[in-house]
Nanobody
Framework: QVQLVESGGGLVQPGGSLRLSCAAS????????IGWFRQAPGKEREGVSC????????YYTDSVKGRFSLLRDNAKNTVYLQMNSLKPEDTAVYYC??????????????????????WGQGTQVTVSS
């Protein structure tokens, strides 16, 4: 049984940082491209970032470029989303997702994203003073 579990969300002031984790069981993450998504209240879910299994390249949607970075730790079977210089508009529930057909370009350009086979339960990020 495949499970993705996100953690690391919370309340942070504008300009602050958070690191989200996506830990997997039932799959080896280095065999999959892993996407991060977010959904703000009243808005469609959008792709935020992705790491490709083929070459380890990372992808970001324009609104987070230069502020977010995605790291993969194969030994821990975990992917991290480091979020710096957070803005109130980053407030959302953040999810990781994957399946064997994950395409990183599509992750960060398709809104709303397609339904992936494996989703985590999400972690809330609130950026507010």
């Amino acid at each position: 049984q495949v499970q993705l579990v996100e953690s690391g969300g919370g309340l942070v002031q504008p300009g602050g940082s958070l690191r989200l984790s996506c830990a997997a069981s039932g799959i080896k993450m280095d065999y999959y491209s892993i996407g991060w998504f977010r959904q703000a209240p009243g808005k469609e879910r959008e792709g935020v970032s992705c790491v490709s299994t083929s070459d380890g390249r990372t992808y970001y949607t324009d609104s987070v470029k230069g502020r977010f970075s995605l790291l993969r730790d194969n030994a821990k079977n975990t992917v991290y989303l480091q979020m710096n210089s957070l803005k109130p508009e980053d407030t959302a529930v953040y999810y990781c997702a994957t399946d064997r057909w994950t395409n990183c370009t599509m992750v960060v350009t398709s809104t709303p994203p397609r339904e992936y086979q494996y989703w985590g339960q999400g972690t809330q990020v609130t950026v507010s003073s």
